[in-house]
């Protein structure tokens, strides 16, 4: 099987959806198996595909398998449990790497179960956000217990927020954390509609989005804008894999240059995006509100 899908002049490569995020809803899913829960279900049938189009089922293009990696988002992730634990088993029988992104706050409400959740899956990387200033009021000792306790687990760490707040927190003088690799982000890490320049390209976050209705969209950044969708966990992977190469955006422009904006009609209306990504969301709707105005007109 070829490694690329080629359609007109443009050549989508498969080892830049190697990886699937999942937003999980508030509604919780009526999983009673390792393999009932709907997007698990997916992620089964996706492994299979992607592993029988790279040719990497006949053993070739095995570089394929590195950093192939599934992300679970949710508002409330360790709220749900039982459902979280569905969907990591069938991760793992994937042999997908697993990260979960989680606010400080959720880790401190939910900390006994995010224990037990970490004591039964080891290969971890824990997301932490605490970018909400509300979450500084959290003590210290906490925080500690918190990082000192995934350390010795072995859990992966990357902590997001303010650097003055995680290293004031005390994990920079802990001897179990000691010489431990952990990352920070700090806030507002992207960079500044000044900086972007014209050669942003999509290719780095490309991948299969999964949202809570089971809607699949081509990058987080496209999440809930339908017309951008390629497709539903209940389609073939093969019917979806081919609506990109029909898809209402020019995708090979966005993965070797990124989206073409007017920053100056942007800056007139007075709009500040953190990200390129917000400022191409906010292109996008604004043309698709333009059109249904003219429509009913």
């Known amino acids: 099987m070829a490694l690329v899908n080629s359609f007109g002049g443009m050549v989508v ?11 999980l809803g508030d509604k919780v899913s ?3 198996n390792k393999v009932s829960h709907p997007i ?26 590195y950093k192939r990696g599934v992300t679970i988002f949710a508002d409330r992730l360790l709220a749900n449990i039982s459902e979280l634990e569905n969907l990591l ?11 979960l992104k989680i606010s400080l706050g959720e880790c401190h409400e939910f900390y006994s179960a995010l224990e037990k959740l970490t004591e039964n899956f080891k290969n971890l990387l824990l997301i932490i ?10 003590q210290g000792d906490f925080v500690i217990s918190l990082v000192e306790s995934m350390t010795l687990k072995k859990i992966h760490l990357t902590l997001i927020g303010s650097v003055s707040f995680w290293l004031n927190s005390g994990i920079s003088r802990s001897q179990v954390v000691g010489e431990t690799i952990y990352e920070i982000m700090p806030n507002l890490r992207e960079r500044k509609r000044r900086f972007w320049g014209d050669y942003n390209p999509c290719t780095k976050w490309f991948g299969f989005v999964i949202n809570y ?13 339908e ?35 007017d920053l100056v009609n942007v800056a007139s209306e007075g709009l500040n995006f953190r990200s390129i990504c917000e400022a191409h969301r906010y292109k996008i709707q604004s043309k698709e509100k333009k059109n249904t105005v003219q429509e009913k007109i």
Not at 13 to 23: A, E, N, P, T, Y
Not at 89 to 99: A, N, P, T
Not at 229 to 252: A, C, D, M, R, Y
Request: aromatic fraction near 8%; glycine fraction near 8%; include cysteine.
């Open 213 to 225: 209705d089971g809607l699949i969209y081509p990058c987080m950044g496209l999440v809930g804008i």
């Open 30 to 32: 009526n999983v009673n």
């Open 89 to 99: 088993i069938s991760c793992l029988e994937c042999d997908f790497y697993v990260s």
């Open 13 to 23: 490569l498969l080892q830049d959806f190697r990886s699937v995020s999942i937003l």
């Open 227 to 261: 017309s951008s969708s390629i497709g539903t966990i209940q389609q073939p992977l093969p019917v979806v894999w081919e609506t990109i190469k029909h898809h209402s955006l020019n995708l090979e422009q966005l993965a070797s240059q990124g989206p073409k904006l």
């Open 40 to 65: 698990g279900n997916w992620l089964h049938r996706f492994d299979e595909w992607y592993k029988a189009e790279t040719g990497i089922k006949d053993g070739n293009n095995l570089h394929l398998l």
């Open 129 to 138: 956000d605490a970018s909400d200033p509300s979450l500084t009021t959290l």
